[in-house]
């Protein structure tokens, strides 16, 4: 005999069923142009949400950082406070990167720079957040997947959160791309972060900049802009798509403010891609 479940986990239910139906959902989708490895496969960048999703997003982290020596028991953070997103091809994911924004939890990079982001807390509005967790399989397709991944995580930063400086630690031998592709600049000495046992730089990005940046290397080709990700970052008409998509998962109810008019991505250039963004 078959039972009636109250209305309420009926809800209850249907609810989850919601919740796990648009996380699956992708917040941005592209197709890898000619010429490269992957060219004409379909992509996603999407948010890490389901546990499927998290426990690929865990193995692509932990073999890439064992691959580099940094150990392999890494794990996602799960507070509110943070997000996954990740770039899946052939629905595979192939990179991941996590966006934490300032809590009394503090940042992970509190552990190694709690002084240095202490002053950059009483900058009066200072308001901070931090990327960390970065793994991507490296391939020729990396720096186009890597800034559409960027973008969106922009996107949807901007549309949440209220943030001045974004932050990261990176390995020293990759400080001089993360200045010359995104704009971030050197904070503190050079010291030894203790989650990966390998040396660590501390860097900030104006998140104001992020945006100057992209409006300034929008559809550029000439020498300076092929050193930079920003000509690869998404076309207006892409970010409208995306940021309209965040709002809808987010609930964020508010209109979507006329950007200038800006011309399409440049034409993909190959770029050596660094095996390792933040611990």
């Known amino acids: ?38 060219a004409g496969k379909e992509f996603e960048v999407h948010l890490v949400g389901t546990s499927g999703q998290r426990a690929y997003a865990v193995e692509l982290l932990n073999r890439m950082y064992d691959w580099r020596g940094y150990g392999a028991n890494h794990s996602l953070d799960t507070s509110a406070n943070s997000k996954t997103f990740a770039v899946s091809v052939d629905g595979e994911i192939v990179c991941t990167l996590s966006l934490t924004v300032d809590s009394d939890a503090g940042l992970a990079a509190d552990k190694t720079f709690a002084d240095v982001l202490g002053e950059a807390r009483k900058a009066p509005g200072a308001s901070l957040c931090e990327l960390t967790k970065f793994a991507c399989n490296s391939s020729d397709d990396s720096r186009f997947l890597l800034a559409s991944l960027f973008h969106t995580i922009f996107i949807v930063g901007t549309e949440q ?20 592709m995104l704009g971030f600049e050197k904070v503190g000495e050079l010291r030894t972060n203790a989650g990966v046992d390998a040396p660590s730089q501390l860097m900030r ?44 998962e987010l609930g964020v109810v508010r209109p979507i403010a006329a950007l200038p008019v800006r011309a399409k991505r440049s034409p993909l250039r190959s770029t050596a891609m660094p095996d390792r963004m933040a611990a």
């Not at 986990?9 to 992957?38: I, N």
């Not at 959160?161 to 010359?180: G, K, Q, S």
């Open 1 to 38: 005999m078959s039972m009636a479940l109250p209305v309420a986990c009926m809800r209850t239910a249907h609810d989850l069923r919601q919740a796990e139906a648009a996380l699956d959902r992708p917040l941005h989708t592209g197709t890898v142009p000619s010429g490269h490895p992957s």
């Open 205 to 248: 990005l104006k998140v104001a900049d992020i945006r100057c940046n992209i409006e300034r290397y929008a559809g550029r080709d000439d020498r300076v802009a092929r050193r930079s990700l920003y000509p690869f970052f998404l076309s207006q008409e892409e970010e409208n798509t995306v940021r309209a998509a965040a709002r809808r």
């Open 161 to 180: 959160y209220d943030c001045t400086d974004l932050f990261i630690e990176v390995n020293p031998r990759h400080i001089r791309f993360y200045e010359a």
